[in-house]
């Protein structure tokens, strides 16, 4: 054989065997979705608060792994709810993303074998807390992370001259019934009394007469 040919078969010989030993490493790094992962939040998407459960307004991107007759973005509606091809009606509001993603892969495996799906969180507009009367700009704001009182009245700008600092109060649902929480601005501002600069949750009312 010619010594020219020869080395040709040489380096082609080489290059299989390394192209099959590799290859065991390139599958290794394609990565594949994981149902034990729940939510695929990716970058641009909203941090879930560690205390978040999806509700009514809140945008959805259900994704089912190689289907995508099945993958769809909702958004939760009033009553809680989304609407699924094939599945129909789920609940949605008031679980975790995990959760639901729990109960529609429940849901799927009636119709699919293995169903692989993933609950991604696009934007979250269930979470607010209101802040009426004399302040510079009443109206809800979207509540994405730790807010305090103080926190909320800075962000709707402020308290107006002639506002009643000392008879603020903070209007809350718990347990089906209405208690209201009151707050004493100048206190706050002093340094005094601060355990009532309460952290906020959402559905909160903060009136400042």
């Known amino acids: 054989m010619p010594k020219g040919e020869k080395a040709v078969r040489t380096i082609a010989v080489v290059l299989a065997a390394v192209l099959i030993a590799g290859a065991p490493t390139l599958r290794a ?3 594949t979705p994981s149902a034990a992962t729940g939510t695929g ?8 608060p560690v205390d978040y459960v999806i509700g009514p307004e809140d945008v959805l991107s259900i994704v089912f792994w190689r ?5 769809a973005d909702v958004i939760v509606r009033p009553d809680g709810r989304i609407t699924l091809p094939l599945l129909n009606d789920i609940q949605a509001a008031g679980l ?4 639901l993603r729990q109960q529609i892969t429940e849901a799927a495996s009636k119709l699919f074998e293995n169903p692989n799906v993933t609950v991604r969180v696009r934007e979250i507009n269930s979470r607010k807390v209101y802040i009426t009367g004399m302040v510079a700009n009443p109206a809800h704001y979207p509540l994405l992370g730790p807010t305090t009182v103080l926190q909320l009245i800075a ?3 402020g308290l107006l001259e002639y506002a009643k ?5 903070i209007v809350r649902t718990e347990n089906g019934r209405q208690v209201a929480y009151r707050f004493n ?4 501002r002093q340094g005094r009394n601060l355990s009532q600069n309460i952290l906020l949750k959402p559905g909160d009312t903060v009136i400042v007469p």
């Open 185 to 188: 601005y100048n206190d706050v």
């Open 29 to 31: 790094q394609t990565p």
């Open 165 to 169: 600092t000392k008879d603020i109060r």
């Open 41 to 48: 939040q990716q970058a641009g998407d909203p941090v879930l």
């Open 96 to 99: 975790t993303p995990e959760e």
């Open 67 to 71: 289907d995508e007759d099945m993958t």
């Open 155 to 157: 962000t709707a700008g």
